[in-house]
């Protein structure tokens, strides 16, 4: 059977995309090639898979401009790279790479034989109603593409009933974490208990990612302040612009056990999480739902980016609070903690889950199904 060249275009490569294009890398029918640009400097946009990476790679120079609020990212001889490899089919990573897939559909034009797969969202929870004039452009530019995958089914939704995609073009692959990886890490490594300090009586929360203002971070001090802050731990892993905001909080609440430990690596993260009995996620994400999942952390969150709604049933693999203030945060928190036997059937309901459905080797499948269709192959 034919083996297809395949082209996964991203602006850089983090290091939870490298287990999955490991995974598709050795798919018997394809030839897979990432090609993605330099660092961009003072942003957290930056490459850090390892070097024992299995999948061939090519790195351009990047140059970027903000425009109206937005960053464009410009990969200088990426047309010219196309041209060389000869893709059969691009799949191109979402919005955030605009201008690289603008040189996927030139190349196209020359090469008509050529598939285009959009890779994103979808579509976002709780996001303002787009302007009928925006929702109108992007209906047309979609049209460009031959195939779609989405990193949850709340996004193939959003596709299907706000921009009339085909229902057989829209593939699903769940956007999870290097979920294998971390569930053989905690097996077979010993749990460093770095927090000798923190009392093991108190409710300990925990919370990461980058800390910047968008993110919410306060929420989580604003909730805890309303409890009695003596019966808690929150520790907060990684660093951002806002995090001396928070201390400023922290003290002026006058919070107690509230513990900053910085940028962790992801290899050490489970330490932590070993540690935490529940994972406070304020808000967007979505790669760190499944990473807890798989260390066995309940997460408690309102909305994420749509996977959440595949992964998270209520009281059943995690928790929600329904408003978006500290007053039902509080709440949350405060009954959870209350009820260990609940904590104890979600947390290992969630791992679980993880384990034996969503894996890395799924993933790829999932990419796999959405290739072969796409170049209308049915197996």
Not at 27 to 48: A, C, F, H, M, W
Not at 173 to 180: C, K, M, R
Not at 195 to 208: G, H, Q, V
Request: positive net charge; contains cysteine; hydrophobic residues 40%.
């Amino acid at each position: 059977m034919k083996k297809f060249n395949i082209v996964i275009l991203q602006r850089v490569i983090p290091l939870y995309r490298e287990s999955l294009f490991n995974k598709i890398s050795k798919l018997s029918r394809i030839n897979l090639k990432v090609l993605y640009g330099e660092d961009i400097p003072n942003t957290k946009i930056k490459s850090n898979f390892s070097n024992n990476a299995q999948f061939k790679s090519l790195k351009h120079k990047s140059s970027s401009i903000y425009f109206l609020n937005f960053l464009f990212i410009w990969h200088h001889g990426l047309l010219r790279s196309l041209i060389n490899y000869k893709p059969d089919l691009i799949i191109a990573e979402g919005e955030s790479n605009i201008l690289s897939y603008l040189k996927a559909y030139i190349y196209k034009i020359f090469f008509k034989e050529t598939k285009l797969i959009h890779w994103s969202y979808g579509g976002l929870p709780q996001t303002r109603k787009k302007s009928f004039f925006k929702k109108f452009l992007k209906k047309n530019f979609l049209k460009i593409f031959n195939g779609f995958i989405v990193y949850s089914n709340y996004g193939k939704k959003v596709l299907l009933k706000s921009y009339n995609v085909e229902e057989d073009k829209i593939f699903v692959a769940l956007n999870i974490s290097q979920v294998d990886k971390l569930i053989e890490l905690k097996k077979h490594t010993k749990i460093d208990k770095k927090f000798i300090n923190i009392a093991k009586e108190k409710f300990t929360l925990i919370t990461s990612g980058s800390i910047e203002k968008e993110k919410n971070f306060q929420l989580i001090l604003d909730a805890l302040s309303m409890l009695d802050n003596e019966n808690y731990n929150l520790i907060i892993l990684g660093d951002g612009p806002f995090k001396e905001n928070l201390k400023i909080i922290v003290d002026r609440k006058k919070l107690s056990n509230v513990y900053f430990i910085g940028k962790v690596p992801w290899e050490e993260i489970f330490h932590y999480y070993d540690i935490a009995d529940l994972f406070i996620l304020p808000g967007r994400g979505g790669m760190v739902i499944s990473e807890c999942m798989a260390c066995g952390l309940p997460v408690l969150l309102k909305a994420a980016d749509g996977i959440e709604r595949d992964l998270v049933i209520d009281k059943q693999t995690g928790f929600y609070f329904q408003e978006n203030n500290p007053d039902s945060l509080a709440k949350e928190i405060f009954k959870i903690s209350q009820n260990k036997s609940l904590l104890d059937k979600v947390s290992k309901n969630a791992y679980n889950l993880i384990r034996d459905n969503h894996g890395i080797k799924k993933f790829a499948e999932s990419f796999e199904l959405a290739i072969l269709k796409t170049m209308g192959e049915d197996n």
